[in-house]
């Protein structure tokens, strides 16, 4: 249900749902982690990623905040920022900031946002705010300046720009 209308399932995957009406011009994903009806530990992701495809990787990093209160999400994002692309790391961005020790957090945030290019970094900026590290704030702005997206006033000129519907693939892997 999206504003009282019902959207039929389209697509279902091992980690999510997408409904969507073309009539309304409405489309929703939902985490099958979030309802319970997908289940996943650290050691299996560890054991199985190799074998997924990029489409099944990019689902489970787009679902995964949904295991954010397992005992072993940590581990899990550690994982996905040691072995994934770089793009994939858009998607867990906010989660590394909330639930990794902030030093770690901050440190592995600010390698990923110099791996990308300025258009591809709002998640990972807005991430880093998130934070609160002391270098937030320079490391931030230091970013925007080089992106040309700050005024010499030090005014943010438009931070809109959302990386979260890009899907670009890098074949990097992020902490290279």
């Not at 009806?37 to 190799?50: F, L, Q, S």
């Not at 005992?71 to 072995?83: E, G, N, T, V």
């Not at 692309?85 to 909330?98: H, K, R």
Request: glycine content about 6%; charged content about 25%.
């Amino acid at each position: 249900m999206h504003d009282g209308i019902r959207l039929p399932l389209r697509r279902e995957t091992r980690f999510s749902r997408n409904y969507r009406s073309d009539a309304h011009k409405l489309e929703s994903e939902i985490s099958r982690f979030m309802d319970g009806t997908a289940a996943i530990k650290a050691a299996e992701i560890k054991r199985e990623w190799a074998g997924w495809p990029e489409e099944t990787r990019f689902d489970f990093c787009n679902s995964c905040a949904g295991l954010s209160g397992q005992s072993d999400f940590p581990d899990i994002l550690r994982f996905i920022i040691q072995y994934a692309e770089p793009a994939y790391c858009d998607s867990v961005a906010l989660s590394i900031a909330n639930r990794l020790p902030r030093d770690e957090a901050f440190d592995i945030l600010v390698r990923i946002l110099q791996k990308l290019e300025a258009g591809q970094t709002s998640n990972i900026t807005q991430a880093i705010a998130m934070t609160k590290h002391p270098n937030a704030e320079i490391t931030i702005r230091s970013h925007l300046a080089r992106s040309g997206r700050i005024l010499p006033c030090g005014k943010p000129i438009n931070l809109s720009t959302g990386s979260a519907s890009t899907r670009r693939r890098a074949s990097a892997s992020v902490l290279d």
